[in-house]
């Protein structure tokens, strides 16, 4: 019974949610990955925001999360009350949320058909892909049947679009194969690499007390970045969003 | 029997529980666990777990990716930063991180400051690790604050940290920042390492804000933080908590928690994991109920005004009632508990400066605290 009424939930939120996407157009940003998509959404948003574009989307990332995120509506948890109440207001909100020129969201994936389920709710014109690792293979069989979750991800963003993938990892890095997008990686390296128009390397990495340093090489240029975080994801998290950001200005999204 | 077990004791907490059990009818406020269920959102995370079929094996030693990084979000909403992947361990509730960094950063021998009163397990733990706990008197008068004067004279050349926990138990209240930072400053004065248990973080009334050291980058290499879901999300049973600290002091710390247990209960780690994604509402509510409950025993306690002074809660759930008298804080609560069928803790559990003390929990229900405050007012009015 709960099930049922959980499956005609996901599908009325989808069908508003889908609306209010459909009325706002936004351009969607979709970050997805086994670790570090929360971190990556994060550095996206704070450089987004500060030039001028407001966000204010939660990092909800399942099949009823993202439509709730979508609509501005918070989780009823475990009271049929409130769901009822969510129920009530998504037709509303379908025609009065107002959503960010750019929405990024987080595309979450535990079991094979949870990503094809989200790019037909929001189909990304932007995707970041910033791991594929051992976590949730129980449910997807093994490695190669989850990079092929991913592999329909990449595929989804026309060539208009921008696919920015984490080079370090050799099953993301292998993505770029199918995309048809504009495809672009970011890294850390202790080598020294050249600069290159497709490339955001972070070197020099290093943890001081304060937090984390580095340089970001890019477009043939380097810049030196510090960060009061902690942990060498949050270096990659810097190095997609400086991806994402350097792309959407080049193709005048922003 | 047994030199290393020689020197510990079961806990008078668990001592007056086992005696309450002789009793019919007996009212409980001895035992500090929440009177709540788990909340049912966290219930379902962990039972799809198991439908799921990946619970039944060993998780990573530090504990599941997915909820390290949960609490590395978590921490960075609480303005602290440590990297999930070599800052943070997820452990089998706070008693299993608080040993394993005892025996990380101690060997036999060593002395560790802990406030007096404070919570009964840390002396048996500090004992199991072949330490000597020595205690620093809180000022009583000034709401159970420091004295840095006394940690300060407590401090050898065998003194190896300042443990305590905070808010603390089982006074109900809370260290201030400056208090902290005076603390942490003695502690970089001295080259200690300072272990904070922050179990009843989320439960401060009367609009105080909360200071964690952890939020301060200046000590990251000698500030320890444990923390455990028990109290926070009702999980008590469920074993779960987590220590992080700086990544060189987590690298030793994590080589004790592997050959302890290997890894926290994995079904747990996933319940630890809806609690931290959908639990915060639960915690809003918690929150709001022992206020409530606060209240209700302190009005009990102000009619006992002439029997009874204390210093108002405001963290936990706890308070700690002084008695007139020269009667022993353990005698006296047996006595209540034959008389009046009301378990409470002896003080001096505590420590001695717990002595002449109860401690009461508030973190039963509403319904118990009246019996049980009703329960004490008879005994005290029918004993002076």
């Known amino acids: ?254 | 029997m047994f030199e290393r077990t020689k020197s510990i004791q079961l806990s008078v907490i668990k001592q007056m529980e086992l005696l309450a059990s002789r009793y019919a009818n007996v009212v409980s406020l001895a035992q500090g666990i929440p009177s709540f269920d788990t909340p049912s959102a966290i219930k379902r995370r962990a039972s799809r777990a198991l439908d799921d079929g990946v619970v039944a094996k060993y998780s990573l030693s530090p504990g599941l990716p997915e909820l390290r990084e949960l609490i590395e979000l978590s921490l960075a909403n609480e303005n602290m930063f440590y990297d999930w992947q070599s800052e943070i361990i997820v452990t089998a509730g706070s008693i299993e991180a608080l040993t394993a960094t005892l025996l990380t950063i101690t060997m036999p021998g060593d002395e560790i400051i802990i406030p007096d009163p404070t919570y009964t397990s840390y002396r048996e733990v500090i004992r199991l690790c072949g330490c000597e706990p020595v205690y620093a008197k809180l000022d009583e008068a000034n709401g159970w604050a420091f004295d840095l004067t006394t940690i300060k004279n407590a401090i050898s050349e065998k003194t190896k940290a300042i443990f305590f926990c905070n808010p603390n138990n089982p006074t109900g209240t809370v260290y201030s920042k400056e208090q902290l930072l005076a603390l942490a400053q003695l502690a970089e004065e001295h080259n200690l390492y300072i272990i904070s248990d922050e179990a009843y973080k989320d439960f401060i009334y009367d609009g105080l804000t909360f200071f964690s050291l952890g939020q301060d980058l200046k000590f990251r290499k000698r500030f320890i933080r444990v923390f455990t879901f028990s109290k926070a999300f009702a999980m008590t049973g469920w074993r779960v908590g987590y220590v992080h600290s700086d990544a060189s002091i987590i690298k030793e710390i994590m080589k004790v928690h592997d050959a302890l247990v290997t890894c926290a209960p994995v079904v747990s780690q996933y319940a630890a994991m809806g609690a931290l994604e959908m639990g915060q509402e639960w915690i809003t509510l918690f929150k709001k109920e022992y206020a409530k409950r606060r209240d209700l025993i302190c009005t009990g306690l102000d009619r006992l005004g002439d029997k009874l002074t204390y210093t108002r809660p405001t963290s936990a759930y706890f308070v700690m009632p002084k008695y007139q008298g020269t009667k022993p804080s353990f005698e006296l609560a047996v006595d209540i508990l034959a008389k009046v069928k009301l378990a409470t803790v002896p003080g001096s559990a505590f420590g001695p400066s717990g002595e002449n003390h109860l401690r009461l929990s508030f973190g039963r229900k509403e319904e118990d605290i009246i019996e049980g405050m009703k329960r004490l007012e008879q005994y005290f009015n029918s004993n002076s």
């Open chain 1, 1 to 254: 019974m709960k099930r049922l009424a959980k499956i005609i939930l996901q599908y009325y939120l989808y069908v508003f949610a889908k609306l209010a996407l459909w009325r706002c157009r936004p351009f969607v940003i979709a970050v997805a990955g086994t670790t570090n998509k929360t971190f990556t959404k994060q550095a996206i948003e704070s450089f987004l925001k500060a030039r001028g574009i407001d966000l204010a989307v939660p990092s909800f990332n399942t099949e009823i999360g993202l439509p709730l995120a979508i609509l501005g509506l918070k989780s009823g948890y475990n009271s049929y009350q409130r769901w009822l109440a969510i129920m009530f207001l998504a037709p509303f909100r379908a025609f009065y949320v107002r959503l960010p020129k750019i929405a990024v969201f987080e595309f979450g994936a535990d079991r094979p058909g949870d990503l094809a389920y989200l790019i037909s709710l929001a189909p990304p014109k932007a995707v970041v892909i910033t791991s594929i690792t051992q976590r949730y293979l129980e449910q997807f069989g093994g490695i190669d049947q989850a990079a092929h979750e991913y592999e329909i991800l990449v595929k989804s963003v026309n060539q208009n679009g921008l696919v920015v993938l984490n080079a370090d990892i050799p099953e993301v890095n292998n993505l770029k194969l199918v995309s048809r997008a504009k495809t672009v990686f970011f890294s850390v390296t202790e080598k020294d690499m050249p600069a290159s128009d497709n490339s955001w390397l972070i070197t020099n990495f290093k943890t001081t007390t304060e937090g984390i340093t580095g340089q970001l090489v890019c477009h043939h240029s380097t810049k030196n970045f510090n960060l009061k975080r902690f942990g060498i994801h949050h270096a990659l998290a810097y190095g997609a969003a400086s991806a994402v950001i350097d792309n959407l200005l080049e193709m005048k999204i922003i």
